[in-house]
């Protein structure tokens, strides 16, 4: 009895499975004529539909990284934003293409939660005439004209400006050596890639000592013992560069119980990434000392770049947020990287107040 | 020789040979690792490092030697409902807000809520395993996938700060004491259950439903209820780690609280010599093995071993550790050592 009901219920979800299948592959050539009917629709409603599919509000910057869609695809700027959360899950970005593919929407936006397994839901947005636009994270596809352009951080340009920063910094306070540790982010994510790059090639040119460079994992919980341990180790430490915020306040609190003390006046220097709000409040108050940003405000780039497609333009296919850096005092009020200039902003309350994030 | 004999077949023996030959490496490497001062008014070195990091994953490592006696099992959900309890706790102290300077709640009714949940959670767990008779590491790890999740849940998403420095105690220090806080909760939750398993039957209970659980209902006992209650101590256990794990950062961070510390708990009751199959167990040899791979760690962070190497080491040193207490291991150097009495004896 027991043995058939479970081949029925097998039957059933084979013969379900099935019909999904189908229905799949039968829907793609009626979506593909009317993408069509869209394109058409669109040019003579004026309003261009975006659909974004977003991977959740896990943190600060995924909140700003919203929010900047949100308010770059308003009505008023000739947009309607279909805006989907995820909630941390693939099968719910995929879910939500295939909506915005069904609803007919003129451009797809995606922000992944992981690199791989997109080809043939993007396929289906191509195969639709969507133009895909990738933001933050990159994918890892086979074919790269599965989409259209790709919106993000520099990484290694946010290392090298502060790597350029302290270099500056300690030209101008005239210290006599810099004996320096890296509390790594997590060994493979691109942003630990770019950022320790920068930090080994600068670290090399400018002859710091390099006295420890290990992972904190990008938590604050890891940061704390890796630099508990680091300090143990090594008496005369006196710049901390660390990979993202979180381990810069571990690296604070591991500096501070060990009795040293942190700031432009104290025993050791810590420099941070990413300037999350809390991050940018110890930038205010000196603790740490520069805070290179990861610029969550995505929005424009991408309005631009659906702007140039609007006007039948080529874009580039790899595209960089522009990103500030933020220190405490004006010791430093520009940094140079290969010839380009970028302005160093002084916190202060009014900047942190500014903010989006 | 007698004597010798004796010690070396102590189950403990191997378990401290191996943390003492941990340890020993550093002498060479790390001339400094056993110098302990007082600085900034706290002890200050090397080793109290080891011991003060190492207090959840021995309040962790004591939760899974029960579970693994009791049911031949290992409960694999333990970090996740470490998230789940500096979830909790974390959310009841802010009062629903996502940072704070003050609590808004007192600490002991947040930790009592936080501890609670995770015994829920262990309960769940136990439900499983006991009655429903479903393979432990099966049974756990829906809670391992779903914990985290539960915790993202309760934060919202979003880590959860409590910057009061009286929610920093339990993972700092207490004021005036040079001894750091997670040291003495490990202590506390080592003897309470010392002294439940000796003094009660508790232990023996345990023991013989790990080794035969028809046999023991035979005679009397309730196995059912005793898995139960391993399951339940384990997820309590957790909950407390999860605590301490929160007031380290003075937050709740779903995704990173405990994360992969379930592993190390399991490794910890298998470096302690205890059958991973259940049956009769030694809750100093888990401590001991605790206690060897936080040792292990901060031996490698002072050799100052790159990041992406880390891993290749640990693993290395764990092959080593876990081949020397195999059973088979020992058989193998038992014939040698009689072979060679044995030609020795023939040689006379």
């Not at chain 1, 890296?182 to 710091?208: L, P, V, Y």
């Not at chain 1, 405490?328 to 520009?334: A, K, L, M, T, W």
């Amino acid at each position: 009895m027991k043995r058939k009901v479970v081949s029925v219920l097998l039957c059933a979800a084979m013969v379900s499975a099935m019909m999904v299948g189908c229905g799949g592959g039968s829907a793609a050539p009626a979506e593909d004529a009317s993408a069509e009917a869209s394109e058409d629709a669109s040019e003579e409603g004026g309003t261009i539909t975006v659909g974004f599919s977003q991977v959740g509000a896990e943190s600060d910057w995924r909140t700003a990284n919203s929010e900047s869609m949100k308010s770059t695809f308003s009505e008023e700027n000739g947009y309607t934003l279909i805006f989907d959360d995820a909630q941390q899950k693939q099968e719910n970005q995929i879910t939500a293409i295939r909506n915005f593919v069904q609803q007919e929407v003129d451009y797809i936006v995606l922000a992944p939660v992981t690199e791989t397994g997109w080809e043939t839901v993007l396929q289906e947005a191509k195969d639709a005439d969507i133009p895909v636009i990738i933001v933050d994270r990159m994918i890892d596809v086979s074919d790269d004209s599965l989409y259209t352009a790709w919106v993000g951080s520099n990484f290694k340009l946010e290392g090298q400006k502060a790597c350029a920063w302290l270099q500056a910094y300690a030209d101008a306070k005239e210290m006599d050596e810099i004996n320096i540790v890296d509390i790594q982010g997590t060994i493979g994510a691109s942003a630990q890639i770019g950022r320790t790059e920068a930090f080994d090639e600068a670290a090399q040119a400018n002859g710091w000592n390099v006295v420890g460079q290990q992972t904190g994992e990008f938590t604050q919980a890891k940061g704390q013992e890796v630099m508990e341990s680091m300090l143990k180790s090594n008496d005369n430490i006196n710049v901390v560069y660390c990979e993202n915020d979180n381990e810069a306040f571990g690296a604070i609190d591991a500096i501070e119980a060990a009795g040293k003390t942190v700031g432009p006046d104290g025993d050791i220097l810590v420099m941070s990434f990413d300037t999350t709000n809390a991050g940018i409040t110890d930038t205010l108050s000196g603790k740490i000392i520069c805070n290179t940003e990861c610029n969550p405000l995505h929005g424009p780039r991408v309005a631009e770049i659906i702007e140039k497609l609007e006007a039948g333009e080529e874009v580039e296919k790899q595209q960089y947020v522009d990103e500030g850096i933020f220190a405490y005092g004006s010791d430093v009020p520009e940094v140079e990287v290969d010839g380009e200039k970028f302005e160093v902003t002084e916190v202060t309350q009014e900047v942190i107040d500014g903010r989006a994030y | 020789m007698e004597k010798i004999k004796k010690i070396t077949s102590m189950q403990l023996f191997l378990p401290i040979v191996c943390l003492v030959a941990v340890l020993l490496i550093n002498v060479i490497t790390t001339p400094g690792f056993f110098k302990i001062s007082i600085n900034n008014g706290v002890l200050y070195g090397y080793i109290v490092d080891v011991v003060n990091r190492a207090s959840e994953l021995v309040i962790l490592a004591v939760g899974m030697t029960l579970v693994t006696a009791a049911s031949g099992g290992q409960d694999i959900s333990v970090g996740a409902v470490m998230a789940v309890a500096g979830a909790v706790i974390c959310q009841i102290l802010s009062g629903g807000e996502v940072s704070v300077n003050q609590i808004a709640n007192p600490i002991i009714l947040a930790v009592i809520a936080g501890v609670i949940v995770a015994g829920i959670c262990g309960a769940f767990n136990g439900f499983l395993v006991a009655k429903l008779n479903i393979q432990p590491m099966v049974a756990t790890l829906i809670l391992y996938t779903a914990g985290r999740g539960i915790a993202q849940l309760i934060t919202k998403g979003q880590i959860t700060y409590i910057r009061d420095e009286s929610y920093q105690v339990i993972g700092g220090f207490i004021k005036g004491c040079p001894v750091p806080t997670p040291i003495f909760v490990a202590i506390i939750v080592v003897v309470i259950t010392m002294v439940i398993l000796k003094k009660t039957a508790l232990g023996l209970y345990i023991e013989s439903v790990g080794i035969n659980g028809d046999a023991s209902r035979l005679v009397g006992l309730n196995s059912t209820m005793i898995k139960f209650l391993t399951y339940v101590i384990c997820g309590v256990l957790a909950g407390v780690a999860g605590w301490v794990a929160s007031s380290r950062i003075y937050s709740a961070d779903a995704n990173n609280i405990g994360l992969n510390l379930e592993m190390d708990a399991i490794l910890a009751v298998a470096l302690g010599g205890n059958n991973l199959g259940g049956g009769k167990f030694s809750l100093a040899g888990s401590i001991i093995g605790a206690f060897t791979i936080q040792a292990l760690t901060t031996t490698l962070y002072a050799m100052n071993v790159s990041g992406d190497q880390l891993p290749v080491y640990k693993a290395i040193v764990v092959v080593v550790i876990v081949v020397l207490q195999s059973p088979v291991f020992k058989k193998f150097m038992a014939t040698q050592k009689a072979r060679k009495a044995a030609a020795q004896g023939g040689g006379q």
